[in-house]
Structure formats: structure tokens, C-alpha cells
């Protein structure tokens, strides 16, 4: 079995230019640099059992790089993306080292060897072997600017199985989309995700309900939206615009296995879905946030919020049973830092924050323009100049990054206080939808009470 992905690298030719008169240097973003490692292990190759199992097409593997700026000067396509990545990974333990790197290059020479410069290279060192092929984005042969369409997707998949399936390897065979790296890696490190949340909402629901029509009233009270009808059920929560199958969360959640755990939990009651908040919150903090009415201090807002999430008090047992809330506790370090940041930097109210905006905005400006003034000064400047002129504006750029950074905080601190405001307003919404229940079930009780007396 063998999963694939391909993906463009963003970029300039003076990037790799620059790279390759200083591989040391510290390149632009995360996608060049896991592009520019598949070349370095040429070089460095504790990967790739010193370079056994590094091969390249139409190039040579120690000079690609070079080879691959030649063709985009040739041709005068140097913008744009500047190369493709990607990478065949398959099940731990169902190929040796030599397959992995065979079915490589024949699936490399398949899709792209008849026009495109490439390196593969097999990697070694996790507990799955995996290839990287990274290929130029413009053709050797005629110039062309590789495409990748559904159609190459949908063929480079089939040509990895049908390898596969030659080598008397397994096959995936109904292919589902992967999640986003770092979705994945949350899941399989058990964070809160919203399909993590899902499934342990699921559970509850499945495990607390003697039939089908508490199980949807369970799910509802917990804020979920649900459609359980055709033959694929789904749910979710009203802050987003699709539905997730039962399952795709878990294979064997279909229609007739969940109503058979329903049927063999009848004998058991109906649990009653809940939604709590911290009973930790100092008074100061309880009336911070009021439904449907948009909060102006934000730095009350963010406590009120890390109560609710039972990050304050620390020590605490208490856990947020709402889902919107759950999912949240995935974010908790950017929570965190904007928290520190505003308190850091006096900010308490959205005009506060808008106005620390503005000062960062208007400074940056000002050393963007004067960065500029030194990088003319050094054109005309004297050797010895060169050096001094060359320091400061090192300087001013590492005060514009930070600068960049404060921004960034900024603008995640106001769409975060928005995106708050609205989930309280739902959970609210959700605790208010229940309260006439409880109500009725309260009256219901009274009445027996009245009756047992008589």
C-alpha cells in the first residue's frame, strides 16, 4: 500500500540561487526548505544510506539545481512556481530499501520522466520508507510549465497502485482525502480535534441512548446538527458550512451498526445530554461576555474565555463539555500568546488594539522605506562602507520582522475575540434550547411527587 501527494514549491530563482552559494543560509519559507533537503542529502545523506538510494532523471543528482535555473533561463521562465514535491509512502515493513527506491524511479520516469529534471530520493530514517521526487517546473525538452490537474492526481495514483499491485504490494481501495499535516498529526496525538471531538460526542450519544430518536435529541442538545437520513448519516457543528459522515470517522459506523448498539443498550435509560460552564470564574470575569452583544474589551473576553476553557484556574479538574469548546483546548497555545501579548502591551480594549496596530503599521512603514535608503547607500558605498551599511540594515530588518509579528498578533487577536464572541453565542443559544426541557421534565417530576403523596 502506498499513499501519495504532490505539491508546488512557492519561491524565486534568486531563492535557490542563493541557496546555492550558501546552503547554510536560512531559506523563505518551510516548502523550499523541505525542497531544498531532498538536494542536501545528496551532500549530507544520513537518510539515504550515504547516498545509496538518491538517483536523479535527466540531470545529474550533484549538479540538478544548477541544471534545473539553465532550463528556466533558457527558456525565460524563472517565475512562477519554481519546482514540485511530493512524496510515495508506503505501509511500515511491506517493502526492503531497494523496492522502495525501484518503484520510485519507475513511478518518477511514468509521470515526468519524459520531459522534467529529477531527483528521487528514499528515505530510511521513520518507521515507514518513503520516496521524494522533486522535479523542476519547467520542461528540458520544450519548456512547458508542469500542470498538476485532477487528472495528474488521478493518474499518479493509479500508476503508484498499479506498481504496487505488480510488486504483490497492498492497495488502498477506497481512497479517501488525507487531512492537512498538522490535522493529522493533532489526531494522532489525541488533541481535541473536531473530529476527535465527533467521535467522542458519538459515543456518548451511541452508549447513552436506548433508541434512535434520544440519540438525535442527545446530539442536538450538545449543539450538533444532524441528518440521518439515505444511507450515509452525518453531523456537525453550526459553525461550519459541511457535514462529516459518521463513517468516514469511523468505517464501521453505518446506519445498521449503530442502531444494533442502540438495541443492545435498551435496557439502560436515557442519558441526558449536558452543557456546564467553569464554576471557577471570579466575579470580575462573569460579566465580561453578554449573548449577542459584541464585546469591546477583549483582554476580560480572553479570561472569561480560558475559564470557560479550564485553562484558569490551573489545577483544576474541570473540562469543558461543550464540543465548541472542546475543539478550542487545540488552540490553546495561540491562545496563551495572545493573552501574554495583550497584557504585555496594555491592551484591553479593541480600540486599545486598534490603536497598537496603527503605531506598528506606521513604524514598519518608516523602516521598510528607510531599509530601502540603505540598500541604495550601499550600491554607491566604498568596500569598507559596505560592511557597516550592511550590519544596520540587518538590524532594521530584524525590528521590521518583529514588527510583522506584533501585527500578526494583532489581527488573530481581533478575529479570535469575534470568533469567541460567536461561540458563546451558540453555546448560550444551545443551553437556552435545553432549559425548556428541563424544565417540563421538572414539572413532570413535581406532578409524581403530588401523585405519590395522594
Known amino acids: ?30 516548502d523550499m526548505q523541505d525542497f531544498f533537503d531532498v538536494f542536501s542529502y545528496v551532500k549530507n545523506p544520513l537518510k539515504t544510506n550515504e547516498g545509496e538510494y538518491v538517483s536523479a532523471i535527466n540531470c545529474l ?34 517493502v526492503t530499501p531497494e523496492q522502495c527506491h525501484e518503484i520510485g524511479l519507475k513511478l518518477a520516469r511514468e509521470m515526468w520522466g519524459d520531459k522534467y529534471q529529477i531527483i528521487v530520493a528514499t528515505h530510511l530514517d521513520k518507521g515507514h520508507l518513503h520516496n521524494h521526487f522533486c522535479f523542476n517546473s519547467v520542461s528540458y525538452l520544450d519548456g512547458s510549465k508542469y500542470n498538476y490537474s485532477k487528472s495528474e492526481q488521478k493518474r499518479l495514483r493509479e500508476v503508484s ?8 504490494l497492498s492497495v488502498i481501495e477506497h481512497p479517501k482525502k488525507a487531512p492537512s499535516r498538522p490535522l493529522y498529526l493533532d489526531e494522532k496525538s489525541g488533541k481535541p480535534t473536531r473530529y476527535n471531538v465527533y467521535r467522542e460526542d458519538l459515543r456518548e450519544a451511541i452508549n447513552g441512548s436506548r433508541d434512535l430518536q434520544h440519540m438525535i435529541k442527545y446530539l442536538a442538545d450538545k449543539g450538533y446538527e444532524v441528518d440521518f437520513s439515505g444511507s450515509h448519516w452525518k453531523m456537525k457543528l453550526p459553525q461550519y458550512n459541511h457535514f462529516t459522515r459518521l463513517d468516514t470517522l469511523d468505517e464501521r459506523l453505518t446506519p ?4 444494533s448498539c442502540l438495541k443492545g443498550a435498551y435496557k ?45 484556574p490551573k489545577g483544576t479538574d474541570y473540562k469543558p463539555t461543550s464540543p465548541m469548546m472542546k ?18 502591551h496594555n491592551i484591553s480594549t479593541l480600540s486599545d488594539l486598534h490603536a497598537d496596530r496603527e503605531q506598528n503599521q506606521s513604524e514598519m512603514n518608516k523602516l521598510i522605506d528607510y531599509r530601502q535608503h540603505l540598500r ?37 487577536i481581533e478575529k479570535r475575540s469575534a470568533h469567541i464572541d460567536d461561540c458563546l453565542d451558540q453555546i448560550h443559544d444551545t443551553m437556552e434550547n435545553q432549559r425548556p426541557n428541563r424544565q417540563k421534565q421538572l414539572i413532570k417530576t413535581d406532578r409524581r411527587r403530588e401523585e405519590s403523596l395522594r
Open 327 to 344: 475543539e478550542e483546548l487545540r488552540k490553546l497555545d495561540e491562545i496563551t500568546a495572545q493573552v501574554r501579548y495583550m497584557s504585555k
Open 268 to 312: 439502560f435509560g436515557n442519558y441526558k445530554a449536558r452543557i456546564s460552564y467553569s464554576p471557577h470564574m471570579p466575579e470580575q470575569y462573569k460579566n465580561a461576555w453578554k449573548p449577542h452583544q459584541k464585546t469591546t474589551g477583549i483582554l476580560a473576553l480572553y479570561y472569561y474565555w480560558c475559564y470557560q476553557l479550564g485553562i484558569f
Open 256 to 259: 445498521n451498526f449503530i442502531q
Open 61 to 94: 543528482k550533484e549538479t540538478a539545481l544548477q541544471q534545473m535555473i539553465l532550463t528556466k533561463k533558457q527558456y525565460q521562465k524563472t517565475g512562477g512556481y519554481i519546482a514540485w514535491h511530493g512524496y510515495q509512502s508506503f505501509k511500515p515493513n511491506e
Open 161 to 168: 497502485d498499479r506498481l504496487c499491485f505488480e510488486y504483490g
Open 1 to 30: 500500500m502506498a499513499v501519495t501527494s504532490l505539491w508546488h514549491v512557492k519561491g524565486s530563482i534568486k531563492d535557490v540561487i542563493d541557496y546555492i552559494e550558501n546552503p547554510e543560509k536560512t531559506v523563505p519559507n518551510r
Open 376 to 412: 541604495n547607500k550601499v550600491r554607491r558605498a566604498t568596500p569598507a562602507e559596505k560592511e557597516t551599511l550592511r550590519a544596520e540594515k540587518q538590524g532594521v530588518t530584524e525590528r521590521i520582522t518583529e514588527l510583522r509579528k506584533r501585527l500578526k498578533y494583532a489581527d488573530g
